[in-house]
């Protein structure tokens, strides 16, 4: 658990005390990609993200996975942390390295800034075959949606002891955690989950929901997209963009998941 502890002035009515609290650390991350033949490395900054230190490869294959740059994890030849904010991912010697896609990231290349479009014609772009959702229909019943939130919130360790993280969880279709990710970054801890099942070659993840501990961003369902998962349930409010990229790509979209009620926008 990532956490440091301050001294503080607590005030409550006309009284105060002084005593400590417990912040949730945020640091800088450096992720480097290492690439070409073997005898002739290259290597290029492409990140520097302000995160919360715990599950960095994760974090920075993840990234790499959600921009489009790599498509499963036969392109990834290593990934070390080389210290406590760098991580290094070296790519398969024969990998073709597009440094074009770095200068911008994918979608807001070619948003027009308004209206989204070309915000959700680049994610279909992006988006893999193997991840384009099956047309299958899939049946989630509701009793399980109401037991995400309490099942995320058990496994929200630094949360608890700060609460100032950001949290989101996978579950198979009956409801069980498979895994969950924290990070100050809502972003961060998405790409830290999917880049931990992208390494244990698990993707797309079209069996699974996904419960975030709070809005649902039109960046969270283009993450959600570029894995496959089918459902994705928020406790707070989707965005109008991500209603789109959810009818877009056929993704069940929850949101206002708390206190026994929901809402489906798509």
Known sequence: MHTKSVQIRKYKGDTFQDTTDLLAVEEPLEIRVEYGPL????????????????????????????EGIVRQPADVFSVKSWDDNLVMVSLQP??????????????TSSSCGVCGKGSLDA??????????????PW???????YSLPEKLRQAQETFDATGGLHACALFDAEGHLLASREDVGRHNALDKLIGHFL??????????????????SFELLQKAAMAGIRCVCAVGAPSSLAVETANEFGIVLVGFLREGRFNVYS
């Open 39 to 66: 005898k002739q490395r290259k290597s290029k900054n492409i990140s520097i993200t302000m995160r919360t230190p715990g599950s960095d490869e994760d974090l920075a294959v993840g990234f790499l996975f959600t």
């Open 199 to 216: 390494q244990k070659d698990q993707i797309p993840l079209s069996n699974h929901i996904l419960m975030l501990s709070g809005r649902a």
């Open 94 to 107: 024969d990998f073709f390295f597009d440094l074009q896609k770095l200068e911008r990231h994918f979608y």
């Open 139 to 145: 049946v989630i019943r509701p009793d399980i949606i």
């Open 123 to 136: 994610v279909k772009t992006a988006v893999s075959a193997e991840c384009l959702l099956p047309e299958t």
